[in-house]
């Protein structure tokens, strides 16, 4: 119950102690956008001030008394804003149905695809121990989050050190805050349409399809990129009207150029240093420039205050790199999209406004056409351009490899984008696109620059995406919003000029969830994950409902139905875009599936009986389950991985080989090949030993290596792979043998065992010949 509780301080840490360096821009600027940019901000100064300390080794020390000064400032934040007033330019239904769009998505996520305490954890596993080791060992590993500051395992590991917060519970009680969070950046971002009516509709779309409860570096940096977005929009339509447009945008591209040219260059803390002296400027109100001129007749003083939204835009920019490398994309693309919304379209250009807006859309079917004649064998182009898109991910921090391999291709870039816009959406991208073209009202909405410039700006963005350009896809949710920004414009006019057709708008929503649930029941691929269709097969029912009252009753009921239809078909598109995608995501399982996890609660039972064991032992298992356990004891094991079963097909194959020997009752070997590992490049495992043995020097070793081997039928099955061939991403449920219990036994105490399904045992191996040289390190 406590971390129930407590959860929410994940975001009201760094928010209040971030406000208490940015209360000179509460009352200045919207509040919205200055509580979204503290929290981002903080995130991003809390993390590496932590990092700080454990780099001059007196955080373990001194974590708890650092854990204090965090919530004593986070008071006095908090505090400062009791005398705000919140006043509210938000439509009333738009906040009504994107929050129930948002609720209806976060409960089938959390509640039909997830069973407490089994889930999907994937890539947090690995935050999740980084928090526990901090929170209970007080280390902050830098090894943990790789090229990533450690953000959720920082605040999360506060939040263990004060309160004992349970992360598995966290899980699903964090997915609300993580919510409002992304409401209050949507609502700060909407700021940007000026018509009420317009704004609303954009607010809807935009939080139906960017809001849920996941977190991550990643996500957190775009959501900072809309701050920055906003903050530009705001900054250039205010100076545009003074120093002229010419001049700012010189301005604002020197700005960018100079802070990513020399972002790589700084270290995260000279660049926190710097953040916290952006904002401590905020505060200080009587911070002036001045600039003397010397006129004829006598000396000229002018004196201006510090811009607070070019404050932001600083913040901002520094926070995104410090948070995520896709920030080198997100940065140019946020201040670029801020920069053109707020210029005035030249005359000369609005005759290119209808080429450009027809002709992009139909430029991005081309590689959609190239995708698909490659699926079908028809063509391959792969090996033209792959050459292309290796040099073009160098840009962005990337480096050939599995992860790299996820983030570019056609297939990779049109599935993201696909799955981001949803169906229904895309069906609304068709009847604009059909409505400004074919209808003589919808053709003089190119002269509109609310609605030309989103869609022309959108499309081009869609184009750079579908083409397969390195990471890109992480910018569809852009998209989504100009194109929602474009839909406000015309969505009005398009549904008087059809005599407002809700009969029809629920039979094409209707149709489409008849499309979800045909392809459930029919596709091979999806029959293993025919137990989270109900949700979809209820929303079929509702929307029959609604069909029989909008045909009976729809002068009475006309703008309810239309409310619930539009959160209907939002939410539709998120809970099919979801399903749609499983055996993507998942693979294809040989049985029924009842949750989405990677881990059963016999996994849990024993990870939670090895809490009582401290850094210095190692976790040896599958990567799947040690993934699991370490995310719940803090203790490292003696590989590194990234996801949940990317690693060197060395070590892979090395950690096969251990388990194997340790199925045979074969110490010897196992502990051989243990050592080995150990000693080439187990990152994670000698950084928390040298910190808690205090050893002397770094060639000074302990004298045994105790591992904690945790065994399972999922265990065995990894360990029999070979190649590239992968186990299925589910758990094993079959009970372990009679004899393979005694095996394993054979090399050690049984310290937990859980029903005979998964067990685990305390393995000692003396240190006497370490296997130098045979591996390179990681």
Partial sequence: MISILVSPLFYLIPLGTMLCLLRGLVGRLSLSLVLASACCAGFAVLTVLLQRAETLNILRGGFHGFCLLILVATAVGLVSLL?????????????????????????????????????????????????????????????????YIPIKQAIAGILIRIFGFDQLVGYWALGPSTILFKLLVVFAASSIVPSPQHRAVVFVIISAVVVNGEFSNGILCFFASLLLMTATNKWMRKVAETTGIKNSSMLLAALVGSELLLAPRWTQLAQAYFLLAVAATSYIPFLRFSFEMSPPGGIVTIRKR?????????????????????????????????????????????????????ALPLCSLVPVGVAVTEYLGILN??????????????????????????????????????????????????????????????RALWQDQRFSVPWIIGWSLTLLILVGTPFAYR??????????????????????????????????????????????????????????????????????????????????????????????ALSLDRVGSKFI???????????????????????????????????????????????????????????????????????????????????MADKSTYCKIVNQLIDNGASEYWYAVRRISNFKSDNEKPSETRTLFVFSSKTADWATTLGEERVSYFPNARPLRKEEIDSIGELGPIVANSNGKTIANLVVCPVEELFRGLMSPD
């Avoid at 029959?527 to 729809?554: D, H, K, N, Q």
């Fill in 83 to 147: 005398r705000c007033k919140v006043k509210l330019n938000i439509v009333p239904p738009a906040l009504l149905i994107s929050v129930g769009t948002v609720l209806i998505v976060y409960l089938y996520t959390y509640f039909v695809l997830y069973h407490y305490p089994t889930g999907d954890l994937f890539q947090d596993v690995h935050s999740m121990k980084g928090a526990e080791e901090l929170g209970r060992f007080g280390i902050l590993s830098p090894y943990v989050t790789d090229s």
């Fill in 475 to 568: 910018a569809s949710f852009y998209t989504v919003l100009l194109f929602s920004m474009s839909s406000s414009v015309v969505l009005l006019q398009l549904w008087k000029s059809a005599r407002c057709p809700l009969p029809f708008a629920i039979a094409l929503v209707f149709f489409t969830t008849g499309f979800y649930l045909l392809t459930a029941h029919t596709s091979a691929a999806y029959r293993p994950y025919l137990e989270f269709v109900w949700p979809i097969t209820i929303m079929l029912s509702l929307l029959a409902m609604m069909g029989i009252c909008a045909f009976y009753f729809s002068r009475r009921m006309d703008y309810i139905l239309l409310v619930g239809l539009a959160t209907l």
């Fill in 306 to 358: 510090i811009d607070p939204v070019l404050l932001l835009i600083l913040l901002m920019i520094v926070s995104m790199l410090l948070i995520h490398r896709s920030s080198i994309i997100l940065i140019p693309i946020a201040i670029g999209i801020g920069w053109a919304l707020a210029l005035p379209m030249p005359r000369s250009l609005r005759p290119c406004l209808v080429t450009l807006g027809v």
């Fill in 381 to 442: 182009l792969t090996n033209l351009y792959e050459p292309i898109l290796s040099r073009a991910a160098l840009l962005v921090g990337s480096n050939p490899g599995d992860d790299f391999a996820l983030g570019t291709g056609l297939r990779n870039a049109i599935l993201e984008w696909t799955r981001t816009v949803g169906l229904n959406f895309s069906f609304l991208l068709a009847a604009t696109f059909l409505f400004t073209i074919l209808s003589r009202s919808g």
């Fill in 581 to 663: 995608s499983m055996p993507h995501s998942y693979g294809r399982p040989a049985s029924q599936i009842q949750v989405v996890a990677h881990y059963t609660e016999d996994d849990l039972a024993v990870a939670q009986a090895l809490r009582n064991f401290t850094p210095e032992a190692t976790i040896v298992s599958d990567l799947y389950t040690m993934a699991i356990v370490r995310a719940r004891t803090g203790i490292g094991g003696p590989v590194s991985f990234s996801n949940l079963d990317t690693t060197a097909e060395k070590r892979r194959g090395l950690l096969q080989q251990a388990i194997n020997a340790a199925r």
